[in-house]
């Protein structure tokens, strides 16, 4: 709800979109240099393979080319995944050395004066490879007989390092179990701008623009493998088409093209290909997971145990530690006396696994939802019911989790109420069973799913931020997120402007720039509002309050007696005794003007810390017709109920339900990174991997509750993910519930045709 006089609470059109509109804000590759050439890679053909030679003669004297590099002539040093997590000898050599891992390794860089100039180049480039067995299944690649990707380490271990509880008989007491193993499948990225980089390399420094979600993280990277001080680096996010969280990752074609700027002394551009991205730019998912789910007759769980594999690519970053979120996030919304669990994470021969929209906690949602669904089936309980009895209750509030989650507020209950309401339940079954006794070709599914996820996870629940009154009366802010889509530009304008009155038109915000933003954590974990968002609130407090001493000095008046007026400060009950922020402004810059001790300017920056995550909810419904004589199936409709605490602006909320519900829904339907056995990748391009448009969905049907958070003074949650973590089990489950008459337990990830076909001729009727 608006708080009364506020512009919080309400609607706001957002400030970003005239210039997205009209084409005029300017993304990295918008950009040009004089005398920029450009790098093009010869990416591994090969999934395993050693490196017996490399024949770049007829590369190197081409038209246009500059120089051509292997790792011998481009000496680099290795990546690592996560220093002090990921063994070092993973870490990944820019160029490779000695061997290649995955099909899109990189062997040689090839730079030219034009794109096209370097592509022919590359294409020139012979490589000798002397080809080893693959693997790309993360169980497959803990087999004793799997092949050791890398021999230096001594087995394909990655991490087995996972905290997790450890209870014993945590299926004692149940009346039944349900049991199930699934698949959270491979996914790529593909953000509508496909990756890149721009290098401006001047007198012992360097500026770099590039399509990132984080570039003072990018930023302390970048620095040390360039072997430059981080003062002579300059890292610049321009406007930015989509990250999804791949775009978070440091890329060594990020490290390769600004080397290349350095030693040419000249501009240099890497512009990824599509082809290019569906191989290079970082996956997600990729979890197996298995376990079992004890219960009573009357639904109460008694334990649950899981048990996860994740699959973390040739070279192991961050997606070898995500299922640590997975099994924190296991206990869900549910009381669960006692829960066991384990991970491990496995080197494989395919993309890196990084963090994808929800990162390691959809996953713990997909399998807990998932094996729910089961276990009521098993007691003949309804999914819905199962749900309502094992609800962690709102005065349970706040929670250490059996798991480790600190669970800040939350009335789980209340949004599934809202959804069954919203959706018509009751009729929803009805018309299900009428289609069921008529045996119609077409059966209708229903599936529910409730959700808590954590956002500003990890490491992540502290940001910088800055607000500044200038001389002309406008405002600057300064954060260390970096909005890619988010509307920040927006969101945070309005806290200004309800703290200080200046319209939103004359507030700025400077972001994504290491060199005008001190530090920042960058844009993931749905964590902006209530870490960014907290900062320039509470910056504005600030700034007001000293704006409050400076007038009641100027005018002589008692500082509680200072009050806001149309365009500045004034006397409570007195309007003609008042001051613009212009004249604040200008009198804080004047020495003469300030009281004694007060400071000069009208600004105030900090690093505000909520101290720990938040953890959003919801409950989704969806519903889906399935043709049981063909396995086509239509998503019909998708209710969703997310409560991300006290709302800023519900058409900002409500834009990310819709794009989070899609990704989720395109998870369940369509989306996955498909290998061959050689490791090959056979879904590498648009015309293999099934991108959903919107004429494959409906118009999703979204509402919200709201359930304040105590740990930052907006109240305030992620919402950034919780469509994505709430949708996949609703659209999954539902899938499943539409043939669950003729037998079906389970089907897997993407519930395709084709899996709907043959799940319907292999079961027996229940």
């Not at 056995?677 to 879904?683: A, C, I, K, R, T």
């Amino acid at each position: 709800m608006a708080a009364s006089g506020s512009i919080l609470g309400n609607s706001v059109r957002r400030k970003e979109d005239p210039t997205l509109l009209t084409g005029e804000g300017k993304y990295f590759d918008d950009m040009e240099a004089e005398g920029m050439a450009h790098v093009h890679f010869v990416r591994s053909t090969a999934a395993h393979a050693r490196i017996e030679g490399i024949d770049i003669s007829e590369a190197t004297g081409m038209p246009g080319v500059i120089a051509v590099h292997t790792a011998e002539s481009m000496p680099l040093p290795p990546m690592p995944g996560m220093p002090g997590v990921i063994p070092d000898e993973m870490s990944r050599p820019p160029l490779a050395v000695g061997k290649v891992r995955f099909v899109g390794d990189i062997v040689a860089v090839v730079i030219a004066e034009t794109k096209e100039q370097a592509v022919d180049a590359a294409e020139a480039v012979i490589v000798d490879y002397d080809f080893l067995p693959a693997v790309t299944d993360g169980a497959a690649a803990l087999a004793d007989d799997a092949p050791v990707i890398f021999e230096e380490h001594g087995s394909n271990i990655a991490f087995n390092m996972f905290q997790a509880p450890q209870d014993e008989g945590a299926l004692d007491g149940a009346d039944a179990v349900a049991e199930l193993e699934m698949l959270s499948q491979r996914l790529a990225g593909v953000p509508m701008e496909n990756n890149g980089l721009l290098a401006l390399p001047g007198d012992g420094e360097i500026t770099v623009y590039v399509s990132h979600q984080a570039p003072h993280a990018l930023h302390g990277a970048l620095a040390p493998m360039l072997g430059m001080e981080p003062e002579n680096v300059r890292v610049i996010a321009p406007w930015v088409g989509g990250g999804f969280g791949p775009k978070a990752a440091v890329y060594v074609e990020y490290i390769i093209t600004s080397a290349a700027a350095v030693a040419l002394g000249r501009p240099v551009k890497w512009t990824e290909s599509r082809s290019e991205d569906m191989l290079s730019l970082v996956h997600g998912r990729d979890l197996r997971m298995t376990g079992k789910l004890g219960v009573t007759n009357d639904g109460k769980i008694t334990g649950l145990e899981i048990h996860v594999v994740a699959a973390g690519g040739a070279y192991p970053a961050i997606g070898a530690f995500l299922p640590q979120l997975t099994l924190m996030m296991s206990q869900a919304v549910y009381d669960i006396p006692k829960i066991k669990g384990t991970a491990i994470s496995a080197v494989t021969n395919n993309t890196p696994v990084a963090a994808y929209r929800g990162a390691g906690r959809p996953e713990a949602t997909q399998f807990v939802e998932r094996i729910l669904d089961i276990a009521a089936a098993e007691i003949g309980m309804d999914p819905a019911e199962i749900r309502r009895v094992n609800y962690l209750q709102p005065e349970a509030f706040p929670l250490t989790t059996k798991t480790g989650a600190n669970y800040d507020s939350g009335e789980y209950e209340k949004t599934l109420d809202a959804a069954l309401e919203h959706s018509g339940y009751a009729e929803l079954r009805g018309e299900q069973e009428a289609r069921r006794t008529a045996g119609a070709a077409k059966q209708l599914g229903i599936g529910v799913s409730s959700y808590v996820e954590v956002t500003a996870p990890i490491g992540l629940h502290a940001e910088f931020g800055a607000v500044e009154v200038l001389e002309d009366g406008s405002a600057t802010m300064r954060v260390g997120t970096s909005a890619h889509g988010q509307a920040h530009d927006t969101a945070f304008s309005m806290l200004v402007h309800d703290m200080l009155g200046i319209p939103m038109d004359k507030i700025k915000l400077i972001q994504s720039d290491t060199g005008e933003v001190p530090q920042g954590a960058g844009t993931m974990g749905s964590r902006s509002l209530q870490t960014a968002g907290s900062a320039v609130h509470v910056a504005s407090e600030n700034v007001l309050e000293k704006a409050k001493q400076l007038a009641a000095h100027l005018l002589e008046a008692n500082v509680d007696d200072i009050e806001k007026g149309d365009d500045g400060l004034q006397v409570a009950g007195v309007p003609a005794k008042s001051l613009s922020w212009s004249e604040l402004a200008t009198a804080a810059n004047d020495d003469a003007k300030r009281p004694d001790g007060m400071e000069a300017g009208l600004q105030h920056e900090l690093v505000f810390d909520e101290g720990d995550s938040t953890f959003p909810f919801g409950s989704h419904v969806a519903v889906v017709e399935v043709d049981v004589e063909t396995g086509g199936i239509q998503l019909l409709r998708h209710i969703a109920v997310d409560d991300c605490g006290r709302i800023l602006n519900p058409m900002l909320v409500t834009g990310q339900q819709h794009g989070g519900i899609a990704q989720g829904a395109a998870q369940a339907l369509f989306e996955e990174m498909q290998y061959d056995d050689e490791g090959n990748p056979v879904s590498a391009s648009l015309m293999d991997y099934l991108m959903p448009s919107a004429a494959e969905f409906p118009s999703f049907e979204t509402y919200n509750t709201e359930t304040d958070s105590p740990r930052n003074p907006l109240g305030a949650k992620g919402i950034g993910e919780s469509g994505t973590i709430g949708s996949t089990p609703a659209v999954h489950n539902a899938v499943v519930d539409a043939l669950s008459h003729l037998g079906v337990k389970h089907i897997e990830m993407p519930a395709t045709p084709m899996r709907i076909w043959e799940a319907v001729g292999a079961a027996q009727p229940a």
